[in-house]
Protein backbone atom coordinates (compact mmCIF):
# COMPACT_ATOMS: atom_id res chain seq x y z
CA UNK A 1 0.00 0.00 0.00
CA UNK A 2 1.49 3.49 -0.75
CA UNK A 3 1.44 5.78 1.44
CA UNK A 4 0.06 9.35 0.73
CA UNK A 5 2.51 12.32 1.23
CA UNK A 6 1.46 14.76 4.08
CA UNK A 7 0.75 17.69 1.00
CA UNK A 8 -1.45 15.21 -0.67
CA UNK A 9 -3.14 13.80 2.20
CA UNK A 10 -4.24 17.51 3.19
CA UNK A 11 -5.29 18.57 -0.02
CA UNK A 12 -7.49 15.48 -0.08
CA UNK A 13 -9.11 16.18 3.54
CA UNK A 14 -9.62 20.02 2.26
CA UNK A 15 -12.00 18.36 -0.55
CA UNK A 16 -13.36 21.55 -2.63
CA UNK A 17 -11.46 24.24 -0.38
CA UNK A 18 -8.65 23.56 -1.95
CA UNK A 19 -8.59 26.49 -3.61
CA UNK A 20 -8.22 28.58 -0.04
CA UNK A 21 -5.95 25.63 1.27
CA UNK A 22 -3.46 27.27 -1.59
CA UNK A 23 -4.14 30.97 -0.93
CA UNK A 24 -3.64 30.28 2.58
CA UNK A 25 -0.47 28.71 2.43
CA UNK A 26 0.68 31.58 -0.30
CA UNK A 27 0.06 34.23 2.02
CA UNK A 28 1.72 31.96 5.26
CA UNK A 29 5.07 32.22 3.40
CA UNK A 30 4.61 35.86 2.20
CA UNK A 31 4.09 36.43 6.08
CA UNK A 32 7.32 34.57 6.71
CA UNK A 33 9.20 36.88 4.43
CA UNK A 34 7.96 39.66 5.72
CA UNK A 35 8.69 39.07 9.45
CA UNK A 36 12.15 39.66 8.04
CA UNK A 37 11.67 43.35 7.33
CA UNK A 38 12.37 45.17 10.98
CA UNK A 39 15.61 42.97 10.95
CA UNK A 40 16.79 44.03 7.50
CA UNK A 41 15.88 47.63 8.32
CA UNK A 42 17.90 47.60 11.82
CA UNK A 43 20.70 46.41 9.33
CA UNK A 44 20.38 49.23 6.41
CA UNK A 45 20.18 52.14 9.22
CA UNK A 46 23.53 50.26 11.02
CA UNK A 47 25.07 49.86 7.59
CA UNK A 48 24.15 53.24 6.51
CA UNK A 49 25.54 54.84 9.97
CA UNK A 50 28.90 52.48 9.60
CA UNK A 51 30.09 53.24 6.24
CA UNK A 52 29.22 57.42 6.90
CA UNK A 53 30.70 56.88 10.37
CA UNK A 54 34.18 59.19 9.73
CA UNK A 55 32.28 62.00 7.76
CA UNK A 56 28.33 61.74 9.42
CA UNK A 57 27.56 64.37 7.07
CA UNK A 58 27.63 62.42 4.30
CA UNK A 59 24.46 59.96 5.86
CA UNK A 60 21.63 59.80 3.24
CA UNK A 61 19.10 61.16 5.46
CA UNK A 62 16.47 59.70 3.17
CA UNK A 63 17.90 56.08 3.49
CA UNK A 64 17.80 56.57 7.42
CA UNK A 65 14.30 57.67 7.04
CA UNK A 66 13.00 55.53 4.25
CA UNK A 67 14.49 52.24 6.48
CA UNK A 68 12.80 53.57 9.95
CA UNK A 69 9.80 53.91 8.25
CA UNK A 70 10.00 50.44 7.01
CA UNK A 71 11.20 49.57 10.93
CA UNK A 72 8.49 51.63 12.72
CA UNK A 73 5.34 50.61 10.61
CA UNK A 74 6.34 46.48 10.92
CA UNK A 75 5.26 46.86 14.32
CA UNK A 76 1.87 45.38 15.07
CA UNK A 77 1.09 49.01 16.97
CA UNK A 78 1.47 50.80 13.44
CA UNK A 79 -1.05 48.02 11.61
CA UNK A 80 -3.41 47.99 14.44
CA UNK A 81 -3.98 51.75 14.19
CA UNK A 82 -4.08 52.07 10.42
CA UNK A 83 -7.00 49.12 10.91
CA UNK A 84 -8.51 51.17 13.17
CA UNK A 85 -8.11 48.63 16.18
CA UNK A 86 -5.74 50.39 18.09
CA UNK A 87 -8.19 50.20 21.13
CA UNK A 88 -7.67 45.95 21.53
CA UNK A 89 -3.85 46.41 21.81
CA UNK A 90 -3.20 48.29 25.20
CA UNK A 91 0.63 48.72 24.42
CA UNK A 92 0.22 50.89 21.00
CA UNK A 93 2.58 53.40 21.14
CA UNK A 94 0.58 55.80 18.59
Do not use: N
Not at 13 to 32: D, E, P, R, W
Not at 42 to 63: C, M, N, R, T, W
Amino acid sequence: MKQKSEISGLISIAGGKKGLLVTASFFSVLSSFLQLAPFVAVYKIIEELLIHAGQPSEIDKDVLLFWGGVRICSDDSCIAHFLHQRDELPYCSL
